[in-house]
T-cell receptor
Framework: QKEVEQNSGPLSVPEGAIASLNCTYS??????FFWYRQYSGKSPELIMS????GDKEDGRFTAQLNKASQYVSLLIRDSQPSDSATYLC?????????FGTGTRLLVSP | GAVVSQHPSRVICKSGTSVKIECRSL??????MFWYRQFPKQSLMLMAT?????????EQGVEKDKFLINHASLTLSTLTVTSAHPEDSSFYIC??????????FGPGTRLTVT
């Protein structure tokens, strides 16, 4: 079983819709979770960090964490074509992040 | 977010030569820096974890004598690819972590070995 799992996609949504990206992790003791966005040919960019159960909102982005289910998600409201990228879920292990393979999001105009 | 710079952004070198890549955290002191490699259409692969003033911790399968890491200060880490070969051609990315373990990535270095 992979430590951090994401659906590779692509997830296709129309402009203006809500994109929902999901991630599950195997280490029940994990406490810190991160979402990164990576455009093709570029390095990852930190979007959100979340440490407590529940929702955390930042602009159009909402991260949701459910430690009991070992599940973390990222919602993108009012999706824009510029949101088209690969979204990486990362879970803090021992001093280092464990990344999922990423979900490719395509937002069509 | 924090700013991490990386230099050079792109380098082409001949097989057998060495290449040094610099990573700097510009606006915060990084407790730990990391070096990743990413091949086309593949996910990030952690190569090593670097703490200031101590030896780097390499991931399994990464040759420490080939990929030399020096972490001279809380804001600077360097990766030297020694005796580079075409199979070392890749996108090398560093990151710097703050005290909340948030990692901020540099823009990456695209290495091509001919």
């Amino acid at each position: 079983q992979k430590e951090v799992e994401q659906n590779s996609g692509p997830l296709s949504v129309p402009e203006g819709a809500i994109a929902s990206l999901n991630c599950t992790y195997s280490d029940r003791g994990s406490q810190s979770f991160f979402w990164y966005r990576q455009y093709s040919g570029k390095s990852p960019e930190l979007i959100m960090s979340i440490y407590s159960n529940g929702d955390k909102e930042d602009g159009r982005f909402t991260a949701q964490l459910n430690k009991a289910s070992q599940y973390v998600s990222l919602l993108i409201r009012d999706s824009q074509p510029s949101d088209s990228a690969t979204y990486l879920c990362a879970v803090l292990g021992f001093q280092k992040l464990v990344f999922g393979t990423g979900t490719r999001l395509l937002v069509s105009p | 977010g924090a700013v991490v710079s990386q230099h050079p952004s792109r380098v082409i070198c001949k097989s057998g030569t060495s290449v040094k890549i610099e990573c700097r955290s510009l606006d915060f002191q990084a407790t730990t820096m990391f070096w990743y490699r990413q091949f086309p259409k593949q996910s990030l692969m952690l190569m090593a974890t670097s703490n200031e003033g101590s030896k780097a911790t390499y991931e399994q399968g990464v040759e420490k004598d080939k990929f030399l890491i020096n972490h001279a200060s809380l804001t600077l880490s360097t990766l030297t690819v020694t005796s580079a070969h075409p199979e070392d051609s890749s996108f090398y990315i560093c990151s710097a972590a703050n005290r909340e373990y948030e990692q901020y990535f540099g823009p990456g270095t695209r290495l091509t070995v001919t």
